[in-house]
C-alpha cells in the first residue's frame, strides 16, 4: 500500500515561512495533479493549492501571493513554499495526489502564532 508521507510542519510566528513537503512511498502510476488541502479547527477541509503534471497551477485566494506549490515529476514529490503566514493559516495540511484513485496523506500541523 502505497502511503504519502508529509514533512515540515511546525509552529511559525506570524510573519514567518514554512516548507511542506511531501512524497510518495512508492511508485503511484497515472498521476495527473498533487496538492495540499488543510483543514481548519471546525471547518470543512478545503483546497490550497494544486499542480498538474503539465505545471498548470490554481491556488486558493486566501493564499495566493503567499504560497507557491512545485513538484518533481520524476521523485513524484510535492512542496508547498509557504511566506508571510498569518494567523488564519493554522491548520492540518494534507497532501494528496490525484491519479487512478486518490491518495492523501496523514496530515501535519501548521500553527501560526506569535
Known amino acids: 500500500q502505497v502511503q504519502l508521507v508529509e514533512s515540515g510542519g511546525g509552529l511559525v510566528q506570524p510573519g514567518g515561512s514554512l516548507r511542506l513537503s511531501c512524497a510518495a512511498s512508492?511508485?503511484?502510476?497515472?498521476?495527473?495533479?498533487m496538492g495540499w488541502y488543510r483543514q481548519a479547527p471546525g471547518k470543512q477541509r478545503a483546497l490550497v493549492a494544486i499542480?498538474?503534471?503539465?505545471?498548470?497551477?490554481n491556488y486558493a485566494d486566501s493564499v495566493k501571493g503567499r504560497f507557491t506549490i512545485s513538484r518533481d515529476n520524476a521523485k513524484n514529490t510535492v512542496n508547498l513554499q509557504m511566506n508571510s503566514l498569518k494567523p488564519e493559516d493554522t491548520a492540518v495540511y494534507y497532501c494528496?495526489?490525484?491519479?487512478?484513485?486518490?491518495?492523501w496523506g496523514q496530515g501535519t500541523q501548521v500553527t501560526v502564532s506569535s
Open positions: 494528496y495526489f490525484r491519479a487512478l484513485k486518490d491518495y
Open positions: 512508492g511508485s503511484i502510476f497515472g498521476i495527473v495533479a
Open positions: 499542480i498538474t503534471t503539465g505545471r498548470n497551477t
